[in-house]
């Protein structure tokens, strides 16, 4: 047992999520909800992003870095940031060997990176850092959880089978994101975009009926690609 992962379920032992994503800023748009609402349940959280987003900006990377420092400070996340050039990431032995030891370290009971489907049509750097990922879980003998988070990428591929109410975390997540004043400029970091993509998914849920106030919900969506109890 002593290489396993502690269950999910069992509520004495300290859980730990672990996000690997390309640039600063993608964890926030993807899964700061479930990253805050773990957090306030008493989990480790460990936020790796594997450039510093120096393309990514008018501006320093040295900024980019620091807005992403704030934003995993609101939740007493620890920050790690890889040394790969932004815009240039491969699914090289560098970045999977890389990840592997962090997963070594951290040991993660959860671990999220981009959802990047199956049309390619995402980012380059997102789809080589879910590759990585992906190849460094199947390796992980304690067989973490792999979640797939939604980018902002508009991809008809993304087929979510798992949800997390994240409406208690909303406002949180909106502060994280908004913190990257370096990228506000960007269609997708407006708050309406925000808002609109984290509402839509409360048509999946049925509500009871006759409810004389509607109380919106904020959604994240994945792709669960593995769950092992
Ligand atoms: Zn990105």
């Known amino acids: 047992m002593d290489h396993m992962s502690p269950s999910l379920f069992s509520p004495d032992v300290q859980r730990t999520a672990l996000t690997v994503f390309a640039h600063p800023d ?9 990253l805050s609402k773990l957090r306030r349940e008493g989990w480790r959280i460990a936020m790796v992003v594997v450039t510093r987003g120096e393309n990514g900006a008018d501006v320093a990377s040295w900024d980019r870095m620091n807005e992403a420092r704030r934003a995993a400070e609101s939740i007493g996340a620890e920050l790690i940031f ?5 815009g240039f990431v491969t699914v090289s032995g560098d970045l999977v060997h890389w990840i592997e030891g962090l997963m070594q370290e951290w040991r993660p009971d959860i671990v999220l990176t981009h959802f990047t489907g199956d049309n390619r049509t995402s980012h380059q750097d997102h789809v080589a850092v879910e590759a990585a990922v992906q190849i460094a879980v199947r390796r992980a003998p304690w067989r973490p959880t792999l979640l797939l988070g939604e980018g902002i990428d508009h991809d008809m591929t993304f ?4 949800f997390v ?18 990228q506000s400029h960007k269609y997708y970091m407006r708050r309406e ?25 904020y959604w994240e969506a994945y792709f669960l690609v593995q769950h092992a109890m």
């Open 193 to 217: 975009h925000v808002d609109v993509r984290s509402r839509r998914w409360d048509i999946n849920f049925s509500r009871p009926s006759g409810a004389a106030e509607y109380l919106p919900r």
């Open 159 to 162: 087929r979510p089978n798992w």
């Open 82 to 86: 890889g040394d790969f050039s932004d």
């Open 26 to 34: 993608d964890a926030e748009i993807s899964c700061f909800g479930l």
């Open 165 to 182: 109410d994240i409406t208690e975390d909303y406002e949180t997540k909106a502060a994280a994101i908004a913190m990257h004043e370096s």
